[in-house]
């Protein structure tokens, strides 16, 4: 029996997925987490085979949780399932430990092969992703800036971007508005920015916002 883990805040997108591999994998069992510490603690409760995780959830990012999963269980599969294109997203989580990174408008029978290619042993590299590593290897120096940015540097960025404020990131990341704060303002210093319209502007034209 196959053991899948569904990461995703959406009700709908999890039963959506589950959906799927019940008809796509038979005899497979899925468990659902809607957050970040439900990953964590489903992981510690049963041994899963992989796990299909989000980056956008509410409290801990999927990309910190993707970090402390890979700590507390190194071997155990992570594909993540994601709105943001390849090139934004894709080569972070797998330096942070993914085996594979997938963006959500995928067809269904990719998602499929993509489980069965990780359950092998193997990664998953889409066409967009493998073009993207591709070309950040030719690019070699010449990398965005917030690549430079922590993952949960990147996160509160991606937040700005979208429009929410101090106080709302806080709210959302389960962090005070002076942590969040603080990291705005190293965000500032290694952007080389000087405002919050700067940082806006920044995340919108590199596609980091929703």
Do not use: F
Not at 21 to 47: I, K, M, Y
Not at 75 to 102: C, D, I
Not at 112 to 129: K, N, Q
Not at 169 to 187: G, K, M, V
């Amino acid at each position: 029996m196959t053991k899948v883990l569904i990461a995703d805040d959406h009700p709908v997108v999890r039963k959506g997925l589950k959906a799927i591999l019940t008809n796509e994998l038979p005899g497979v069992l899925c468990g659902e987490a809607a957050n970040g510490q439900e990953v964590l603690d489903q992981a510690a409760l049963l041994d899963w085979d992989i796990v299909i995780l989000d980056i956008a959830m509410p409290g801990r990012s999927g990309l910190e949780t993707l970090k402390e999963l890979k700590h507390t269980r190194p071997k155990l599969p992570v594909l993540v399932l994601s709105n943001y294109p390849e090139s934004q997203y894709g080569r972070r989580t797998l330096m942070t430990g993914a085996s594979g990174y997938m963006n959500k408008e995928g067809v269904p029978d990719e998602l499929v092969g993509a489980i069965r290619r990780i359950l092998a042993g193997r990664m998953y590299l889409s066409p967009a992703m493998a073009e993207s590593l591709a070309e950040h290897v030719d690019q070699g120096s010449g990398r965005p800036p917030h690549e430079s940015l922590s993952n949960r540097e990147l996160e509160v960025l991606r937040l700005l971007g979208s429009g929410k404020t101090t106080r709302q990131i806080a709210w959302e990341l389960h962090l005070s508005p002076t942590t969040i704060s603080t990291y705005r303002t190293r965000i500032l210093m290694k952007l080389d920015m000087k405002t919050t319209a700067q940082l806006i502007h920044y995340a919108i034209g590199c596609g980091l916002a929703d």
